[in-house]
């Protein structure tokens, strides 16, 4: 079986990739596996460092079975009849890549999305989730040091990984503040593993709510933290029931909101569910925090400071909770919102070999076992110019 390794596409450039040198070279040893590479001047290992460990760069791809990317893949770079894994970002019906899908179908293109590649219960196997979650909330401190005037800590697309960025967070020190924590899943976990390298105490919810702390402080919190039942709830509470029926709930972040300094979104937002925090509860002189980092980055909703997404080369703005108006960043009566939509972008190499290992992991065997845990299955979205019955809720929006 021949695998491609195709050159990223997209502007802003993304350095990624699925798999390192080191991987590919121990994945050709294990399996009946062939790689080619694309040659590409932006990716973080540069050619050279596939050639150096003899894995074949090469512009013609003809002769791959499968090809592997991270981000979408421009229309006219599209090879058809071929099979692709890359994140599509279309099963949510993003208008912005309709035209991706309907070229997909036309060129009679096998996509595998990443975002589908899931357990039996939905969960995904593989993500970028926790490099995001690491910036993520670096980035919060990052823009705490510089707007209160702290200490200046240096972009992360600047440091070579994730040690040097651990190495920068060492020469900090923290006012005593309150952290708030959102979410379950990878993203929550990257934020966490930042608190905890800062060595921040974790405190439960009723002591993060009631209690005065001499040193910085964090809560990490979950769906039935932030929202409670409405009294019309009939259901019995309990997560499953909350995400199968969140409008049997209402937020009940307020009372975290009022204690809180600095807040990282890291939650997973369901169609559906209450907003943690509406414009109108920005506005309210018990709502406290000032400064967000939000990873989750759910535009204009649940998080209502996060009125645009920001980038890597402006990460912060500022928003005014009275005017709702978007100020500097260091506005004295701002709310400070880092809510950079790419971030492992900036973390390539950390990224790539996280990302790689998931992949070689949870996909590779089943190239080799039949599918037998149908993980390709689940993962196909289209063949031979149609959808797949799974993705066949797409085809109103494919039409339009
Ligand atoms: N800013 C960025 O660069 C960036 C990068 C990656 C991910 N994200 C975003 O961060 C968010 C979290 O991503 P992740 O990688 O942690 O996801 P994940 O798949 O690892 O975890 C999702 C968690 O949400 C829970 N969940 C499932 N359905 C839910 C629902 N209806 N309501 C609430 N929770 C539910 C799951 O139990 C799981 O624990 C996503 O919205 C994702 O788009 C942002």
């Given amino acids: 079986m021949k695998?491609?390794?195709?050159?990223?596409?997209?502007?802003?450039?993304?350095?990624?990739?699925?798999?390192?040198?080191?991987?590919?070279?121990?994945?050709?040893?294990?399996?009946?596996?062939?790689?080619?590479?694309?040659?590409?001047?932006?990716?973080?290992?540069?050619?050279?460092?596939?050639?150096k460990r003899d894995i074949e760069v090469s512009e013609n791809l003809d002769a791959c079975d499968v090809l592997l990317g991270v981000k979408e893949v421009p229309i006219e770079a599209l090879i058809p009849h071929k099979s692709y894994f890359f994140f599509s970002h279309t099963i949510k019906m993003q208008p912005y890549n309709r035209d991706l899908l309907k070229a997909i179908l036309d060129k009679k293109i096998t996509l595998y999305d990443h975002e589908v590649i899931t357990k039996t219960n939905g969960s995904r196997l593989i993500g970028f989730g926790r490099y995001a979650?690491?910036?993520?909330?670096?980035n919060g401190f990052r823009a705490l040091g510089l707007r209160d005037n702290l200490f200046n800590l240096p972009k992360v697309e600047y440091l070579d990984d994730l040690n040097a960025v651990k190495e920068e967070l060492d020469k900090i020190k923290l006012p005593q503040i309150k952290i708030c924590l959102t979410g379950s899943g990878k993203v929550a976990l990257g934020?966490?593993?930042?608190l905890d390298h800062l060595k921040i105490k974790s405190v439960g919810v009723e002591a993060f709510l009631s209690e005065k702390f001499e040193e910085p402080v964090y809560c990490?919190?979950?769906?039935?933290?932030?929202?409670k039942p409405k009294s019309t709830c009939?259901?019995?509470v309990s997560k499953s029931h909350f995400f199968k029926h969140p409008e049997d709930y209402e937020s009940d972040f307020m009372r975290f909101a009022e204690v809180t300094d600095y807040f990282i979104a890291g939650h997973f937002y369901g169609e559906g569910a209450p907003y943690l925090y509406t414009r109108e509860d920005a506005k309210s002189p018990q709502f406290n925090i000032n400064l967000v980092a939000d990873v989750s980055c759910d535009i204009d909703g649940p998080v209502a400071s996060t009125i645009k997404p920001s980038t890597i080369a402006e990460p912060f703005y500022g928003y005014h909770p009275i005017s709702e108006q978007e100020v500097e960043f260091n506005h004295p009566e701002a709310i400070t919102v880092m809510a950079v939509d790419n971030l492992p972008c900036e973390l390539p190499k950390d990224a790539s070999e996280?990302?790689?290992e998931m992949f070689a992991e949870h996909v590779i065997p089943a190239f080799f076992n039949k599918d037998k845990d149908g993980i390709l299955e689940r993962a196909?979205?289209?063949e031979n110019g149609q959808l797949t019955a799974k993705?066949?809720?797409l085809q109103d929006f494919v039409n339009q």
């Fill in 191 to 194: 934020a966490k593993e930042i």
């Fill in 133 to 138: 979650g690491l910036v993520g909330a670096y």
């Fill in 380 to 382: 196909k979205m289209t």
């Fill in 234 to 236: 009939k259901g019995e």
């Fill in 3 to 51: 695998i491609g390794l195709i050159k990223e596409r997209k502007t802003p450039p993304d350095r990624r990739v699925v798999f390192t040198p080191e991987q590919v070279d121990q994945l050709q040893q294990e399996h009946q596996l062939k790689f080619v590479v694309e040659p590409s001047d932006i990716r973080i290992f540069p050619d050279e460092s596939y050639q």
């Fill in 220 to 227: 990490k919190i979950d769906v039935l933290d932030y929202n």
């Fill in 391 to 393: 993705y066949a809720y």
């Fill in 354 to 356: 996280g990302f790689g």
